[in-house]
Nanobody
Framework: QVQLVESGGGLVQAGGSLRLSCVASGRTFNNAAMGWFRQAPGKEREFVAA????????YYADSVKGRFTISRDNVKNTVYLQMNSLKPEDTAVYYCAAKRAPISVRVGSTYNYWGQGTQVTVSS
């Protein structure tokens, strides 16, 4: 089992920045990729970013490309999501997820483990 705990959410004005953290514990050596997803009220969960753990390949949704950066700290078993130039439409609950297979990283249903989520609210 893998446990994921997110932190770093909060309230920020449009144009501001936040950094989300996700600490993984448990059988983390089985993680082939980790990703961030978000879900706004009344909307479906959507892919934000993912990181292939072994090759360090990064994937981004078009809506966040150039503004968000996913990164990792192998020693701390932590993945980060640096969010810059935030917009009101980025408001959502952000979830960290981990998967054992390094494929289909944009598809939430293929992930094996999920965190509890952290709220990000961007005011206009």
């Amino acid at each position: 089992q893998v446990q994921l705990v997110e932190s770093g959410g909060g309230l920020v004005q449009a144009g501001g920045s936040l950094r989300l953290s996700c600490v993984a514990s448990g059988r983390t050596f089985n993680n082939a990729a980790m990703g961030w997803f978000r879900q706004a009220p009344g909307k479906e969960r959507e892919f934000v970013a993912a990181l292939n753990w072994s090759g360090g390949i990064e994937y981004y949704a078009d809506s966040v490309k150039g503004r968000f950066t996913i990164s990792r700290d192998n020693v701390k078993n932590t993945v980060y999501l640096q969010m810059n130039s935030l917009k009101p439409e980025d408001t959502a609950v952000y979830y960290c997820a981990a998967k054992r297979a390094p494929i289909s990283v944009r598809v939430g249903s293929t992930y094996n483990y999920w965190g509890q989520g952290t709220q990000v609210t961007v005011s206009s």
